[in-house]
């Protein structure tokens, strides 16, 4: 059984910063692709960023310059870092991953943490 758990949430006031953690725990292959989604309150759930195994990333335009995804394979962990928060930065983030275990490729989802930004 895998899971991620993330952690680094909280509350934050406009131009602070936070770095959120991802642990991926259990029967783990391989972790391949790693991403970072956020879900504000009313709203849909959205990729705000991704990286590859090899370390590849995109990001959504809107965090373009102020967040940076990373990964410690040794670790089994990614990172968001955020840097220049925004009100509207306020979501429950997610991590999610392409992982290989024994139960073969699958994508999981963590439980989510709380960012809230106040202005």
């Known amino acids: 059984q895998v899971q991620l758990v993330e952690s680094g949430g909280g509350l934050v006031q406009a131009g602070g910063s936070l770095r959120l953690a991802c642990v991926a725990s259990?029967?783990?292959?391989?972790?391949?692709?790693m991403g970072w989604h956020r879900q504000p309150p009313g709203a849909q759930r959205e990729l705000v960023a991704a990286?590859?195994?090899?370390?590849?990333?995109n990001y959504v335009d809107s965090v373009k310059g102020r967040f940076t995804i990373s990964r410690d394979n040794g670790k089994n962990t990614v990172y968001l870092q955020m840097n220049s928060l925004k009100p509207e930065d306020t979501a429950v983030y997610y991590c999610?991953?392409?992982?290989?275990?024994?139960?073969?490729?699958?994508?999981?989802w963590g439980q989510g943490t709380q960012v809230t930004v106040s202005s």
């Open positions: 990286i590859t195994s090899r370390g590849s990333t």
């Open positions: 999610s991953g392409d992982i290989d275990s024994r139960a073969g490729l699958q994508r999981y």
């Open positions: 259990g029967s783990i292959f391989s972790m391949n692709a």
